[in-house]
């Protein structure tokens, strides 16, 4: 399936009921950017799946903080132009933590290391980053040499 046609048919759903398995936890190893194809296809639509629920209540369905709808708790945009803004220049590993070590906010830590991956490469697809052939690594350290950036 090319990206074009994966990414129409993850757009049109609210919510994944199949997970897929793992990939290999290669990743990038050079400094990088999250416009390298630093995530594959298949771990943001594992990240789709993990971000519904413990996410998608305060960050809202689109990952744009559904600010407008009064039933959501508030919280800022996890993706797109204002989420790429507040995080340009800083490392992917630094996200990565602080999803880890502080979301959800009611439970922080309740994620495991794999679905923080996940979750941050769906992060970025949503914010118009293409996949690529490898996995994003649940590790900082490895994540370290890839900067966000708009």
């Given at each position: 399936?090319?990206?074009s046609?994966w990414?129409h048919a993850a757009?049109?759903c609210v919510a994944?009921?199949?997970?897929?398995?793992?990939g290999?936890?290669?990743g990038?190893?050079?400094s990088?950017?999250?416009?390298?194809g630093?995530?594959t296809?298949?771990?943001?639509?594992?990240?789709q799946?993990?971000y519904t629920g413990?996410?998608?209540r305060c960050?809202g369905?689109?990952?744009?903080?559904?600010?407008?709808?009064?039933?959501m708790?508030?919280?800022?945009?996890?993706?797109?132009a204002?989420f790429?803004?507040?995080w340009?220049?800083r490392?992917?590993?630094?996200?990565?933590?602080y999803v880890r070590?502080?979301?959800?906010?009611n439970?922080p830590g309740?994620?495991s290391?794999?679905?923080?991956a996940?979750i941050?490469?769906?992060m970025l697809?949503?914010?118009?980053m293409s996949?690529?052939a490898e996995?994003?690594?649940?590790?900082?350290g490895?994540?370290a040499?890839?900067v966000?950036?708009?």
């Amino acid at each position: 399936m090319s990206a074009s046609a994966w990414w129409h048919a993850a757009a049109s759903c609210v919510a994944i009921g199949v997970a897929i398995g793992a990939g290999a936890q290669s990743g990038p190893s050079r400094s990088a950017t999250i416009r390298d194809g630093v995530f594959t296809a298949e771990q943001a639509l594992r990240g789709q799946a993990a971000y519904t629920g413990p996410c998608d209540r305060c960050h809202g369905y689109k990952l744009d903080g559904a600010a407008e709808d009064p039933v959501m708790l508030p919280a800022p945009p996890v993706a797109g132009a204002e989420f790429l803004r507040k995080w340009n220049g800083r490392s992917l590993a630094t996200l990565f933590e602080y999803v880890r070590t502080t979301m959800p906010s009611n439970n922080p830590g309740y994620l495991s290391e794999g679905e923080v991956a996940d979750i941050v490469a769906y992060m970025l697809f949503v914010s118009g980053m293409s996949a690529g052939a490898e996995t994003l690594p649940a590790d900082a350290g490895r994540l370290a040499n890839v900067v966000i950036v708009r």
